[in-house]
């Protein structure tokens, strides 16, 4: 039995804009292995496999379920060694550096822009605990977040880090993408898949970058459904 | 003939602050390579080994001049291929984005804590160049700038990003330190060695890691002077 990833959708259940979700699908293509994902939605707890636990990403994979994308990374690179998503320990303590950096930096910048969008595009059944979540999360209402100025100038500044490794090297990884990679382009997942605008503007390197990002493992990102 | 290393002087010319001379000193103490260092002043062009390009690092091997402490960096492990500074391409990646990492977040934060401390320890002779050419490059005078509140704050935050890494890992580079731990450990050393005070507190992984980097290599950045 393959592989399955329960992954968020929205009330169009082929958009999937979850970012932990990504880091996780692109580590599993980055594995070759083969997966199955499980649409849930935000509400939906019945359906998630461990619903007191309530979050996504979790995979299942024969008898073992392990939760959490950074948990799910450490346990693909045990359970499936070939194709390690890290090189060296150095690699790996840089995965977690450039995950701590989208927490303190590019999520921060980017969510008041994305929340109201999201709301709106979530399925029925999940909007009123989608506000509720997030509103307490954010300590604002979803208009008074969408309302915030200057977020667009905030990501964009952001993203000026990314410019000097990607200045330099085709990937975060290097030559070839690895963990960092996979963390970073799966947070830009998030408001690729959550609106049909391009709301920010990457320096010219990160855009190239997230062109190529966008091309790995015959385009499986670039096909992902985005909102009309 | 040993190594010779331009190294930014203050007043007394035992105290060194200068972040981009100790990354390369980090470096050099990790390839195991003799060196001496030779101090000037921020105004003392004349001795500077190329006067127009006027800044320091520069590093003198026998016939060959390297400026730049990101030049000297990929110059030494070319030069010097044992005990690499990165172990592969993906670390050296991660190398770029921790230094890109201090230029927008540490070193912003950091620097209005810093500059009227340096003016006032700095030779007389440099003062006058120090503060035009700093009120320069901030566009507010020194006092202006030693003036700014909630700097302390903005460090402390910054520094965050650090605890996911240095949580799990004893060094940025792993098990050992590599050239990530010399650029953000040689950023450290410029307030270290600017003020007698200790102007910001680190999350507790950081305040562990920045012993052990003060202890690396016989205990040389622990034991360098500190203005009384």
Redesign the interface.
Known sequence: MALKLYDLALADPDIRPSPFCWMVKFALLHKGLEFETAPVGFADKANYPDPEYGRVPVIIDGEETVKDSAMIMAWLDKAYPENPL?????????A??????L???FFPAVSPMLVARIHALAADDDKPYFRASREERFGKTIEELAATTGQKEKVE?SL??????LG??R?????AP?L?DYYVMGAFMWPRLSTSEDIYEAPQPVAAWIERMLDLFDGYARKAKRPS
Chains 1, 2 share one sequence.
């Not at 890290?86 to 840089?94: F, M, Q, R």
């Not at 000026?160 to 490794?165: E, R």
Request: with cysteine; aromatic share 14%.
């Open positions: 890290v090189a060296t320990d150095g690699e790996a303590a840089a977690e550096f450039s995950r701590a950096w927490f303190s930096s500044a000026q880090v990314l410019s000097a490794p330099r090297y990937f975060l990884g290097g030559d690895n960092c």
